[in-house]
């Protein structure tokens, strides 16, 4: 069977397209979901979406992909720098999880500098816009593939 990747996505995130055009592009959440859609499914794999701008909520579907997914792209947004929640829940699952940032993080304000995620995260991808997610896709292809 296809291994399936869950893509979720925290605060704000669901503003892309007009939310600092000149920070995070023109390119919507939607876009997105497309783009990293179409490139799972050329290399065999399925991808579902998720968003919400609440951290309980994310904290929920990070847990439900234990049983269901087989990697998690996560761009937690703000909650990367703030969440000992969301750390604890991916440790909890388990599931293989790339980190993913459309900016440059380190480029950025030295709070954007520090990620709960990254220390629970099989790798990190920040810096390419919308690609990171096409390459998170890839190397979670890698990771199902070892
Ligand atoms: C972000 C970077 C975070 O610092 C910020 O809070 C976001 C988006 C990014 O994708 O570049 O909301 O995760």
Do not use: W
Not at 100 to 111: I, K, T
């Amino acid at each position: 069977m296809a291994k399936s990747v869950i893509v979720i996505n925290g605060p704000n995130l669901n503003m892309l397209g007009t939310r600092e055009p000149e920070i995070y592009g023109a390119v919507t959440l939607k876009d997105i979901e497309a783009r990293v859609r179409a490139h799972a499914q050329q290399i065999g794999l399925t991808a579902e979406f998720f968003q919400s701008n609440l951290e309980g909520e994310i904290v929920e579907a990070i847990q439900k992909a234990a049983n269901k997914y087989d990697g998690i792209i996560l761009n937690a947004a703000a909650y990367t720098h703030t969440s000992i929640a969301l750390m604890d829940a991916i440790k909890a699952t388990g599931v293989p999880t790339i980190e993913v940032h459309l900016s440059n993080v380190f480029a950025r304000e030295p709070f954007r500098h520090h990620s709960y995620i990254s220390p629970a995260a099989a790798g990190v991808i920040c810096g390419f816009g919308a690609k990171g997610y096409v390459l998170a896709i890839d190397a979670l292809a890698d990771i199902f593939d070892t």
